[in-house]
């Protein structure tokens, strides 16, 4: 697709503090946000689809997070526990991991990143410290890349273009296919059930094609994208026209969506002084959320029968929707010079910017915050922009695709809801402080951790605390939520209690490698951990 090798310009951060513009630079950034950086650059160099660079930004951050969070814990683990000394170095745990995973996903850049190794290596004193926490950081790695072996992103399951009315097909002017990611619904999760979770009912609550063509809100958002989305259109603001590539960065060499929120994510750390620690989870949780996302976008636009047509495609063949109230312009043209290769409910983009805006409310218990950011978009050009919530710019982030002229008015909305939903839903169930449990548990980390990490090791120890006796059920279940086995169904006494797995389901049989949930229940409370089975 032609419209993808356009390179973007190199660009700094900058950040309003006391009405002075101060440019947010790489001497300013902590492990955390470097190698956050260098994998930004990674995105630029080799480009691709949206839902495998938020899989990459996900493997990357969770390994960061477990390296450094298994040498000072004050979280709940994502996979596992990594035994750690005190005084290892969590800078060089950080590195490791990330470099490491960034090698697995894009090995032609294995020189560049050696490089950066070295780079951040250098600066941490030579010794016992740094050895330490270099071993962490490769085994944190290794976790994660051994966790998503076979979480289905590599799934190449043929995609059936539809020809009716409101079915998706290629678009003018390259007509790209076959579609970008048919497969990425099914997904494994990062920390969701499903990717069916958040599916929203359906493009104004129906998921027949032709009850939503001939509605009288579809024939308002097909005149309003046909009017403000148009490659020339009379009504469309110049503020607008700069919103809507402000926040585009669809063409390889920027740093893509996801990527674009992760830069507006190393302003708000520089902004509040996150430590290493902090940025450590800040930045995983937000990109665990990031991947989810992905796979509930894409699960909306290919596996719910309402693989919607985009806007050129709708506009130009309006003659056939059977809705007389929608005129066809059979050479209308949107202001991008490309539409997306894939189905156009629900927006990826509103998607992505809402899951972030709801882990920033989050994470900093305010949407009230402002910030100053740009772009690595080429065709932008405009200076850096405000936002005084987070709500502000994810809202306007959905909207710029309208005025783009890619997307429909629902397939913004119903990608807010969803990316709302989505991430508060991770902020609440992932990488919490471990005092945040129910207090079923004790509050240490080996009462959450479930399996050793080795292949080949002894079989997994499930360890909790009662503060009381009574009924008890310990199961395991799969990543998609089905029971695997229940390992105890029956009366407890109270105190320290131990529930081994020697990773076999209920019919005996070894599980396959992947993310387990433990789930123990007891006196109408219950907690889960995450447990990840390698091979």
């Not at 790209?176 to 920390?191: E, M, Q």
């Not at 402002?370 to 922009?385: I, K, N, S, W």
Request: charge should be neutral.
């Amino acid at each position: 697709m032609h419209a993808f090798r356009i390179s973007a310009r190199t660009i700094a951060f900058a950040l309003a503090l006391a009405g002075t513009t101060l440019l947010f630079t790489a001497a300013q950034a902590d492990t955390v946000t470097e190698w956050n950086s260098i994998w930004l650059d990674c995105i630029r160099a080799t480009g691709g689809p949206p839902c495998p660079i938020a899989r990459a930004g996900a493997m990357v951050h969770a390994a960061v997070y477990d390296a450094v969070n298994s040498i000072h814990p004050q979280y709940v683990v994502y996979l596992a526990t990594i035994p750690a000394a005190a005084d290892a170095s969590p800078d060089a745990a950080a590195a490791a991991a990330a470099h490491d995973v960034l090698v697995a996903l894009y090995p032609a850049r294995q020189t560049i990143l050696d490089a950066a190794l070295a780079a951040s290596l250098g600066r941490i004193p030579d010794g016992d410290s740094k050895t330490a926490g270099i071993q962490i950081g490769q085994q944190a790695a290794l976790n994660v890349i051994q966790a998503r072996q076979n979480d289905g992103s590599d799934d190449a399951t043929p995609y059936t273009i539809g020809t009716a009315p409101g079915e998706w097909r290629p678009t003018y002017p390259d007509y790209t296919s076959p579609p970008f990611s048919p497969n990425w619904g099914i997904v494994t999760p990062w920390v969701i059930q499903s990717g069916q979770q958040f599916r929203p009912r359906g493009p104004l609550d129906f998921t027949d094609l032709q009850r939503i063509l001939i509605d009288p809100k579809y024939t308002k958002m097909f005149r309003d994208v046909k009017e403000l989305g148009a490659r020339n259109s009379k009504k469309r603001s110049v503020y607008q026209t700069q919103t809507a590539f402000f926040w585009a960065n669809d063409v390889d060499g920027t740093y893509k969506p996801p990527g674009h929120l992760n830069a507006v994510a190393q302003v708000l750390s520089a902004q509040r002084h996150l430590t290493l620690e902090e940025n450590a989870r800040f930045f995983a949780i937000l990109n665990l959320a990031l991947g989810d996302a992905g796979i509930v976008a894409w699960d909306c636009k290919y596996r719910t029968g309402v693989d919607f047509w985009r806007p050129i495609t709708g506009i130009r063949e309006a003659d056939t929707d059977r809705n007389p109230l929608t005129i066809a312009d059979p050479t209308w043209e949107p202001l991008n010079a490309f539409t997306p290769p894939f189905p156009a409910y629900i927006s990826g983009h509103a998607t992505f910017a809402s899951t972030a805006a709801a882990i920033f409310r989050k994470y900093f218990g305010t949407d009230k915050m402002t910030f100053t950011v740009t772009t690595d978009e080429p065709l932008y050009t405009g200076g850096a922009r405000t936002y005084r919530t987070f709500s502000e710019a994810a809202v306007e982030n959905a909207q710029s695709r309208i005025f783009l002229g890619v997307h429909w008015q629902f397939d913004a909305d119903d990608g807010l809801a969803a990316g709302r939903a989505l991430g508060e839903y991770v902020f609440a169930h992932a990488l919490l402080p471990l005092d945040a449990g129910a207090p079923l548990a004790s509050a240490t980390p080996a009462a959450r951790l479930s399996l050793p990490v080795a292949a080949g090791a002894a079989p997994g120890t499930i360890k909790y605390t009662l503060t009381a006796s009574g009924s008890v059920r310990v199961a395991i279940f799969d990543v998609r939520g089905r029971l695997v086995r229940t390992l105890i169904d029956g009366w407890q006494a109270a105190g320290p209690q131990v529930v081994r797995w020697d990773r076999r389901d209920a019919g005996g049989g070894s599980v396959a490698a992947g993310i387990y949930f433990a789930r123990v229940e007891a006196n109408r409370t219950a907690i889960s951990a995450k447990i990840a089975v390698f091979k």
